[in-house]
């Protein structure tokens, strides 16, 4: 039998607890209230609910907000309404009997909280996202592009972007190409998987040969494509080319030659020619990450190696460390015989990035913004990395910063035995840092020196002191 109103409207008032100050909006807390109340028993199936003039003047509340709530919960299935019958809890809104509730998830645990400091390598300075220059760039491109832009477009990538990019690589990073050997992607892990996915690319079948040093995010990417990676050795003048011929039959290779992530230095002239001579002799491939290669301060950028060989050397960049890695912008610049197959990875649809940041993107590079930004944010990190080194010459003398030429990092020497314990201190002294062992290839046979990776972009101009202070009180004793 139906509860009688006078007995639910002393339930409304204690039981049910309608607080209706809640977030939302008051239709949205009495709405939040009642499926509370039907799901949890304490309005039974067949209760017949109070008039909505009656509950509104009960409550203190429009006559409109009970109305709405009602319909809201009939729509959800929670409640029914019936001419003449006035409005009850459905009955299909209780578990059948025997049926047990399901209690509510637990809580995630709390995340930890984070550190201090950030010194960890790869992170551009995200105050300094050029954020006008990007929203007037925004607005110059919508207002110019065409109407087609907004259709379904082109898997290569906009042609605005492209050429903008053929004329960029050229003159900053001696590549050479034209537009139609261009492929927009998300970034640099995007391009390994279009290299290497299996939509359509994977045009290596042997190892892969890459460098002892590097990013293990990198060497999972290729293991999950079935591409097993053979470590190459590094000295001061970066790779060690000649260990390309007895690599079990490598059919290519991946450098970071304008500046070795994360050992530092570029690759000798020398062993850039003689990767070239190894790809033409064995027909091998050459990858090239151009990582950060545009921040080097004590000399123009080196050239890519892409200049040598347009036909034996895939050229993958971004602006994760330029820009930002919130933009999702990368490319692939392809030998001829290899665009349709990465353009057959890609698909048709799903895997581009975004028609707006396309276009925006070539708006700041035609515009001359981008260069402009780049510049400044070369002098920004070149005071940053200089505060490093003074720091360590009046702290820490005994520790050598190396790699210190061009990009947003620095590694740090250490005394043999203590990277370990170096870097339990540094979290001690809310520093977020990593080892130089995090980034050695599992099979790498060369000596494994200890050392920090520090990068000096990351942490904001007002914390950056307190940063070096922190990290110098953590490095071990001379």
């Not at 925004?138 to 290569?156: C, H, K, T």
């Amino acid at each position: 039998m139906a509860e009688s109103w006078v007995n639910l409207a002393e339930r409304i008032g204690s039981d049910l607890h309608l607080e209706l100050s809640g977030a939302g909006g008051r239709r949205a807390v009495l709405i939040r209230a009642l499926r509370d109340a039907v799901r949890e028993g304490r309005l039974a199936p067949g209760t017949r609910l109070p008039p909505y003039r009656s509950l509104a003047a009960d409550l203190g509340i429009a006559r409109n907000t009970v109305a709405d709530a009602y319909a809201e919960l009939v729509a959800e299935g929670w409640l029914t309404a019936r001419q003449g019958s006035g409005t009850q809890v459905a009955d299909r809104a209780a578990p059948p009997a025997g049926t047990r509730v399901p209690k509510r998830a637990p809580t995630r645990p709390a995340a930890p909280a984070p550190p201090t400091y950030d010194l960890r390598q790869g992170q551009p300075d995200a105050a300094s996202f050029p954020r006008t220059a990007w929203l007037a760039a925004a607005r110059r491109a919508l207002n110019s592009a065409p109407n087609e832009a907004f259709g379904p477009g082109d898997p290569q990538g906009r042609i605005e972007l492209r050429r903008a990019l053929a004329g960029y690589l050229g003159r900053a990073r001696g590549v050479r190409t034209d537009p139609e050997r261009i492929v927009v992607c998300s970034g640099f892990a995007h391009a390994l998987r279009l290299l290497f996915g299996s939509g359509g690319g994977g045009m290596l079948k042997g190892p892969l040969a890459v460098e002892s040093y590097g990013l293990g995010f990198h060497r999972s990417i290729l293991s999950t494509a079935g591409v097993r990676t053979v470590p190459l050795g590094l000295d001061e003048k970066g790779a060690r080319i000649e260990e390309l011929t007895g690599s079990q039959r490598v059919k290519g290779v991946l450098l970071t030659p304008a500046h070795q992530f994360p050992t530092g230095g570029p690759l000798h002239p020398a062993r850039r020619a003689a990767v070239i001579d190894w790809a033409r002799t064995s027909g091998g491939l050459v990858l090239e990450d151009d990582y950060d290669g545009e921040f080097r301060y004590d000399r123009e950028p080196v050239g890519a190696v892409q200049g040598l060989d347009s036909e034996r050397v895939v050229y993958m960049g971004s602006v994760s460390k330029s820009l930002s890695p919130g933009v999702r912008l990368g490319w692939l610049v392809l030998p001829e015989h290899l665009i349709d197959g990465v353009l057959a990875a890609k698909g048709e649809r799903e895997a581009w990035a975004s028609v707006v940041d396309q276009l925006t993107l070539a708006d700041l590079i035609e515009s001359g913004h981008y260069d402009r930004h780049v510049r400044r944010m070369r002098q920004r990190y070149r005071h940053r990395r200089d505060q490093l080194v003074a720091a360590l010459a009046t702290h820490a003398p005994h520790i050598s910063p190396t790699g210190v030429a061009a990009g947003l990092h620095a590694v740090l020497r250490l005394p043999p035995g203590t990277e370990q314990s170096t870097a339990k201190a540094a979290a001690w002294q809310g520093l977020a840092l990593e080892g130089l062992a995090d980034f050695r290839h599992p099979e790498a046979t060369m000596p494994a020196p200890d050392g920090l990776v520090v990068g000096y972009s990351t942490p904001p101009e007002h914390a950056y002191g307190a940063a070096l202070d922190a990290l110098c009180r953590a490095l071990p004793p001379g």
